[in-house]
């Protein structure tokens, strides 16, 4: 069968036509396969969707590269997560992160009896003499027999402390502060003498009097508190409302309730409600909110 010249004319026509547009489509496919981050229009490019693909498929890849540094933002799991000594120790005994504070600030200072005051006949550097009960809110300097003595640096959170326990209705009376090494030596000696005994322990081996260098009243940072009514400190003084708001609030001012009796096995000082220590309230609150008597909560600090 045999077509006219026209006719082959225009079937060669169209045979060069469709071939151009063929190497049209398959050069404009090469391009875009080069180019990764540019191939959503590919896949109506219908002929090459075998080279379509690929595109598609580094696309796929690329798209979390570019999305990776918004996912990076999330800083705040490295920073969340424990890097510091002490919130790995705490968070292997179930703790939450300790304050960031350094162990080592003057209100951190550990004194027992195993740990005896530095220098042995440390004094603080001003003491501040205070009311007894309460009545002034005076800080005064000038030696006064009749005030209670403590470490300056603790005087207004303790006398915030004693006005807001009076303002619930309850009495106060400070009955023991600071005592230089001489006085500890005679305090020592009077309770020993006492109770028969030379080491200061009671028969469970815990401690009812410190030996001079290993009280905490040397470093002015404590203070026994009990109500006008109980000067004499014993284990009746527990009942006192007036020791028992302490306990509850002595945080909010930056005190610990520095021997519980739940604790003497650590401390290996008998149970004292009527003690209490100036550590600062960010270390008051995370003792308290987490049952750490000041050995534990120091410990978590050190460094072996
Ligand atoms: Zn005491």
Redesign the pocket.
């Known amino acids: 069968m045999r077509y006219s010249r026209p006719v082959r004319l225009i079937f060669g026509i169209v045979i060069l036509i469709a071939f151009g547009w063929y190497m049209a489509q398959w050069m404009t496919n090469s391009v875009m396969s080069n180019d990764v981050g540019r191939t959503e229009q590919s896949p109506a490019a219908a002929a090459p969707a075998v080279q379509a693909a690929p595109a598609a498929e580094t696309t796929i890849e690329a798209t979390p590269v570019e999305a990776a540094p918004v996912e990076a933002s999330p800083v705040p799991s490295p920073t969340s997560a424990p890097t510091r000594p002490e919130e790995l120790k705490a968070a292997a005994l179930g703790l939450p992160a300790p304050p960031a504070i350094n162990i080592h600030d003057w209100q951190y200072v550990l004194v027992n009896g195993d740990h005896p005051i530095e220098p042995l006949y440390y004094q603080p550097e001003t003491l501040a003499y205070l009311n007894m009960v309460g009545d002034d809110t005076d800080i005064r300097t000038d030696y006064d027999p009749n005030r209670q003595m403590v470490d300056i640096s603790i005087a207004q959170p303790l006398i915030d402390m004693v006005q807001g326990c009076r303002a619930a209705g309850l009495p106060v009376y400070l ?2 502060g600071f005592r230089d090494y001489g006085s500890q030596q005679a305090n020592f000696d009077r309770v020993c003498a006492n109770n028969g005994i030379s080491d200061g322990k009671n028969a469970e081996g815990n401690y009812i009097t410190m030996p001079a260098g290993c ?3 040397q470093t002015g940072l ?3 508190i009990t109500d006008v009514y109980h000067e004499i ?1 014993n284990d009746s003084i527990a009942e006192v409302p007036t020791v028992q708001w302490l306990a509850q609030h002595c945080a909010e001012y930056g005190f610990i309730l ?2 519980p009796t739940e604790k003497r096995g650590i401390t290996h000082v008998m149970g ?1 409600s ?3 220590r100036y550590v600062g309230q960010e270390a008051a609150r995370y003792m308290t909110d987490n049952n750490l008597c000041l050995e534990e909560f120091v410990d978590l600090y050190s460094e072996v």
């Open positions: 009955s023991s009280s905490e009243h404590c203070i026994d400190k520095r021997f004292e009527w003690h209490f």
